[in-house]
């Protein structure tokens, strides 16, 4: 049973397109991160929310909307497509409060390309 | 602000040898330290930890040590196998752990 999915995990698209991503997490944690890797590996957090309450925005355009309907799921919509937006995007989740160890819990990535 | 140095890769070492790689950091206060792993086509995890100086973290044969006088967290393993292969992330994250800083991720090749 996995413990943060994602869907899809490969999406080709147009740009100008719209497209969502959706992620669950069944490890009861609170707390979820969208993460934004780029071709050349490096890893950039995008936004965190804890229990749907959104607590951290890095600068990102907001083309970038994430919607998080209740504290196991986090998704990510991205409008008007842009190509710089290909990457591979993850999410993570963790325990909130004093259960939270720093470690972050990734799911397997979901590959964007816009062309 | 905060920020994480890692040696670039590739990294290419024969199955058996020693591996070292170079992780240092730049942050206010005290954070905790990191390093994740990230096998081919899969999601990063968690391969060991640090809190506090001088903290050893380590896990599957792996080591590293929170050197806070020297700013790092290097990460060593006396001998590599095939199966490391893999890119390695050191990270550090403050007080809170809302969110962490990832460096860019030092990529491993190890053939037999």
């Known amino acids: 049973d996995t413990a943060v999915s994602q869907t899809p995990k490969y999406l080709v698209t147009q740009m100008g397109n719209d497209k969502s991503i959706k992620c669950e997490q069944n490890l009861g944690h609170d707390t979820m991160y969208w993460y934004k890797q780029d071709s050349k590996k490096f890893l950039k957090i995008m936004f965190s929310?804890?229990?749907?309450?959104?607590?951290i925005n890095e600068t990102v355009p907001n083309r970038f909307s994430p919607k998080s309907p209740d504290k196991a799921h986090l998704n990510l919509h991205i409008n008007s497509l842009e190509l710089g937006d290909s990457a591979v995007y993850f999410c993570?989740?963790?325990?909130?409060?004093?259960?939270?160890?720093?470690?972050?819990?990734f799911g397997e990535g979901s590959r964007l390309t816009v062309l | 602000g905060d920020s994480v140095t890692q040696m670039e890769g590739p990294v290419t070492l024969s199955e058996e040898a020693f591996l070292t790689i170079n992780c240092t950091y730049t942050a206010t206060g005290y954070p905790s330290l990191f390093w994740y792993v990230q096998y081919p086509g899969e999601g990063l995890q968690l391969l060991l930890k640090?809190?506090?100086?001088?903290d050893k973290g380590s896990n599957k044969g792996f080591e590293a040590t929170y050197r806070k006088e020297t700013t790092s967290f290097h990460l060593e393993k006396g001998s590599v196998q095939v199966s490391d292969s893999a890119v390695y992330f050191c990270?550090?994250?403050?007080?809170?752990?809302?969110?962490?800083?990832f460096g860019t991720g030092t990529r491993l090749l190890v053939s037999p």
């Open positions: 929310y804890n229990n749907k309450e959104l607590i």
């Open positions: 993570a989740s963790s325990p909130g409060g004093v259960a939270n160890t720093g470690e972050l819990f």
């Open positions: 990270a550090l994250s403050r007080t809170g752990f809302q969110k962490l800083v």
């Open positions: 640090a809190t506090k100086a001088d």
